[in-house]
């Protein structure tokens, strides 16, 4: 006896498939993704140990390709504007990991430009906080070696972008903070592959009017633990400070962890620095951009509490354009500052130079 139920119409939802996907890849098994006639069996190398790396490469006939990004290709001396595929035929775990991320690895002497469809399962990793390297094979839509593994038409993850947009309120509640009274914590669940996220009302504010805001992204090390290799943790105190000082406004704490790409990239990123590079050759090793942070999140907190105009503090235009386009005015900025530390003066001097922060550097070194 077939039963209808109601779940069934579940599967047809994009986020769920992208999160099935996301999952997937997490555990180191591959996902097939399809694009009209064209279809890839793919895992993410991050993912892999050498048993299921070596099951992979038998079970696709040793006709395996390592998609590596544009920025990991670079890195590597490859000429090329865009992201490769480097042929993995008799290349073990070990060789291929260091191909992917080792500081010193050889450059490969053979590769090809990377197909649409790999780019794809690379945003699929990026997602799943996995880096962008990509164990793939080109397979048939029929067949059956990848048989039990999740299939995702490619169109799906275009859909992905009304779940990034897509959030709903679960709790609003007082909570006495130390230095700022009483707040509201108010906590916003959805967006794809996110942790449940919190905006914090400081002060009594007043939503008539253009609503003090701050944008803070994530920093595990800074915030919570007072690692002085940046100014994520003086940015945190002194922004809830400057709102409070404003009259009320909200800090948006978004789970952007090492700008979008997670504690574990993070980590690696500054074993590298520790090695000599920037924040950001540092994540280009790894295959990653500069910045990986997306801000549909903010756009719809801010919608959901009822704000459409704003005064931003920050020093990221990045975050400025970010509101605009999504439809939230911003009247004005108002730069939020840091300690600058022998630890954290080339981070700061990277975001300056590199990145295009509104950071008067040297008036604030000469000022310490
Ligand atoms: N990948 C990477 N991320 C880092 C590093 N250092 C800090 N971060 C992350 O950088 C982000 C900093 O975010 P924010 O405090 O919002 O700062 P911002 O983008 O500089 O903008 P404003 O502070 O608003 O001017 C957080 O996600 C940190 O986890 C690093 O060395 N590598
Ligand atoms: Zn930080």
Not at 7 to 35: C, D, K
């Amino acid at each position: 006896m077939s039963i209808d139920s109601p779940f069934a119409r579940l599967a047809v939802n994009p986020a769920i498939e992208i999160e099935r996907a996301v999952s997937e890849l997490r555990y180191g098994r591959p996902v097939v993704l399809t694009e009209g006639e064209s279809a890839i069996a793919v895992s993410a190398l991050d993912a892999l140990a050498p048993d299921t790396f070596d099951q992979f490469a038998a079970v696709s006939a040793q006709q395996h390709v390592l998609y590596l990004t544009q920025e990991r290709a670079a890195r590597l001396g490859l000429k090329t504007n865009g992201p490769v595929c480097v042929p993995l035929t008799g290349t073990g775990f070990e060789q291929a990991s260091r191909l992917a991320y080792a500081l010193d690895a050889d450059r490969p002497s053979r590769f090809a430009k990377a197909s649409l469809l790999m780019e794809r399962s690379a945003e699929l990793a990026i997602t799943a906080l996995l880096l962008p390297a990509m164990v793939c094979t080109p397979i048939d839509a029929k067949d059956e070696r990848f048989s039990g593994c999740i299939s995702l038409d490619a169109s799906v993850l275009n859909g992905g972008g009304t779940a990034r947009q897509t959030f709903q309120q679960v709790a609003r509640t007082p909570v006495p903070l130390k230095d700022h009274g009483m707040a509201e914590f108010v906590v916003f669940r959805g967006g794809l592959a996110q942790k449940d996220q919190v905006a914090i009302i400081v002060g009594q504010p007043d939503f008539s009017k253009p609503m003090p805001i701050r944008i803070h992204s994530s920093c595990i090390t800074g915030d919570l633990y007072g690692s002085l290799k940046c100014d994520c943790g003086d940015q945190l105190r002194n922004g809830l400070d400057l709102l409070a000082q404003a009259g009320g406004g909200i800090l948006l704490y978004l789970d952007q962890e090492g700008r979008g790409t997670g504690i574990g990239a993070k980590m690696r990123a500054y074993g590298f620095q520790h090695r000599g590079l920037d924040t950001i050759d540092a994540d280009a090793e790894l295959g990653l951009s500069a910045d990986h942070r997306r801000y549909e999140a903010a756009v719809a907190m801010l919608g959901l509490l009822g704000i459409n105009n704003v005064v931003v503090f920050t020093n990221n235009p990045t975050k400025i354009a970010a509101l605009r386009k999504g439809g939230i005015g911003v009247q004005s900025r108002t730069p939020v500052l840091g300690r600058v530390t022998v630890e954290n003066e080339n981070y700061l001097r990277t975001k300056t130079i590199r990145a295009g922060h509104m950071l008067e550097l040297d008036s604030l070194v000469a000022a310490e």
